[in-house]
């Protein structure tokens, strides 16, 4: 791969942090919206991944915690919710949206549960794309029970299974599953409304990808609430489509890999326009995974 093609690609993997960076919301604008999917199980969003939140009489368990300045609207969202305190908090990947906040809870005396790949990205972090180094993460926002196989919760009358995903969006993700109230939390290896994200400088995966989609397709039944990382909640069909769009997109990328042309090349062809109009948030997200999807086929050539 010649230099301006890694430019490229370099380019396309940082637009998520060059918006952020251009454009950091004002929190203290931001709403947090409750919504309530069963009888014990809800939703929280803000800005950011959204949140889970199981309540009942053995306390609080919070699926992820968004950006640190929103954690005091989101603790009083939950006392609305629920009087007993917020007891554990799961993380589903590493990134600032969906961990961010964990060291203000982890100061309420809130038990944080990821894997071990995540809690090691939040002490070694990825360099940023001008290659400096984050610092690491604060001591009180460091998981304090880490796993690699699964794990199940009992409390409020609910089994709370963690499910490792290996290298899909990033090494250190996790499904959420409620088995009781047939809820899928998936972070961010599905979101409803963005092409996929394989975060390959956190060790994600195009195979992975596909990989842990599959599994919510084989573990989903029809009226499974499946709760994306980003995105209004959908059923097990909107996943299949999103799957099949991956595959549909891979198969093209490949083909174009396969005639020797640079990732300049394949991201001006649009491999994927077709599905702008399917995708509510295409914009760089498409260009961004066409560029990965290039990356992971060309590292097998």
Known sequence: MNRSSLVVLAALAAVPVASRAQGQPDFSKVEIKTTK?????????????????????????????????????????????????????????????????????????????????????????????????????????????????????????????????????????????????????????????????IDRANGGSLNGMLDGLAYIIGQAGPNTKIIPGHGPMVDRNAVIAHRDMILGIRDRVAKLVDQGQTVEQVVAAKPAADYDGKVQEAGTTRDRFVGQLYAELKSTK
């Open 37 to 197: 999917i069963t009888s014990n199980f809800y939703t929280l969003e803000g800005q950011g991944g959204v949140i889970g939140v199981l309540a009942g009489p053995d306390g609080v368990l919070m699926v992820d915690s968004q950006f640190a300045p929103l954690s005091g609207k989101i603790v009083a969202a939950i006392k609305q919710i629920s009087d007993k305190p917020i007891r554990f908090l799961i993380n589903t990947h590493v990134h600032g949206d969906h961990t961010g906040g964990n060291e203000n809870l982890g100061k309420l005396g809130v038990t944080i549960f990821a894997r071990e790949q995540l809690r090691d990205r939040l002490i070694h972090p990825a360099p940023a794309a001008n290659g400096s180094i984050p610092p690491s993460a604060p001591a009180a926002a460091l998981p304090l029970v880490t796993y690699s196989g699964p794990v199940t919760f009992h409390m409020n009358g609910e089994e709370v299974r963690l499910i490792p995903i290996p290298r899909a969006h990033t090494d250190g993700d996790t499904l959420v599953r409620f088995e009781m109230s047939d809820v899928i939390m998936t972070g961010d290896f599905y979101r409803s409304i963005q092409f996929p994200n």
